[in-house]
């Protein structure tokens, strides 16, 4: 997740930019929260969650997701009254008993951002240009922006009716779990993956065919910011999403090198859930992006991570190990002076230690010896430019860091 978290909070398209603030919540919620936020229909509640008995009735659950806990805190500090525009961002682990595999875990970690108190289309647009850069600033460029509508309470239960008229004539060509869904919630049909009922699918119609007056402007607007903005998008008329909160606006973003499972972010807009978790009508949109699909997606792409391990700018290598204390001393009056510093803890020789240096290609030696520490002095050794000199101890920190970048030395 580190390298995605600064593309979500910086670049022109950062939170810090467009003014979201940071909301954490805990990992550990009551499941009502998630039964009446994601719905106890979807498949995270009936089959995923990770939940706890905590008394007669009671049950707290592992995190599975992170917009009804942002909506829980947004409630519960009364954000909504203070000040009920708000735009926040999350970052940290969700939980869901998955079988474990490539890209599916069930320890897993989301970005993602909420946008409560508008239900104006140009914000549905701006979480997409969002998670739209995230992906660009991390490199990648093969993924495709996939959006649609669903429909808001007016028109959308028409339009389940038919559904469901339709389906009841087909059930004995879809797997048992559609055949359960289709009372419950039809639209979940949309989401199986079973090939069967891929097929009933693709012969059902379309949301966007039976949309009200206002769905219809909203969704023709959502699509004309986009393009205004220059993003690149394409329609699914078959995408719903998998959480039962959603309203209108609905989107995705996929990466075709991922295979079946190629979603790298999902979002979309969600009017009621704040009044349905007990606060007032506020309308909302955000966007979720799953870390470690987006690395598998680098990887892909881009190739394996370099080395994550930082190299540190400065070495110092004892020469003798009765000097290793004043060594670790210097180590420390480096880091104090904005010099990323390190020595050896293993015990090598000189040799070995320089070798190290070597290695780990820092830009500075700092050698010290019985000679350097019966002058009170420091020998330091450029290894970029081959020069060295003896500098007092006391100042050694600082002519470390003001030891200008190879770069500058070129440059001036």
Known sequence: MGALAPALRGGPHGVRVLCYGEVRTPVIEDVQLFVKGTGETTDIVQKEMYTIPTGEDEAIALRPEGTPPVVRAYLEHSLHKQQPFRKLYYAGPMFRRERPQRGRLRQFHQLGVEVFGSTSPLVDAETVLMAGEVFRRVGLTRHT???????CPQCRPAFRARLLEILRGRTEELCADCRDRIERNVMRVYDCKNEGCRRVVDSLP????????????????????????????????????????????????????????????????????????????????????????TLLAMEAELGPAPDSSASPTAYVVCFDDALRCDAFALVHDLRRAGVSADMDYEGRSPKSQLRVANR?????????????????????????????????????????????????????
């Open 145 to 151: 922006v996939w959006i649609n509508t669903i429909g």
């Open 360 to 412: 780990l290609n820092v830009r500075l030696c700092c050698l010290l010896g019985p000679d350097e520490a019966a002058r009170g002095e420091v020998t330091l050794k450029d290894m970029t430019e081959g020069r060295q000199w003896a500098a007092p101890r006391a100042e050694a920190a600082q002519q470390a860091a003001a030891l200008p970048t190879p770069d500058a030395s070129k440059e001036g």
């Open 206 to 293: 379309e949301m966007t065919d039976h949309l009200c007056e206002a769905c219809t402007a909203h969704h023709a607007e959502v699509r004309a910011a986009l393009t205004r903005a220059g993003a690149g998008f394409r329609d699914d008329p078959r995408l719903v999403r998998g959480l039962d909160y959603y309203t209108r606006t609905v989107y995705e973003i996929k990466h075709p090198d991922l295979g079946a499972r190629d979603a790298i972010c999902g979002g979309g807009r969600y009017d009621g859930l704040v009044e349905e978790l007990g606060g007032p009508p506020t309308p909302g949109v955000g966007f979720s992006i799953g870390a470690e699909a």
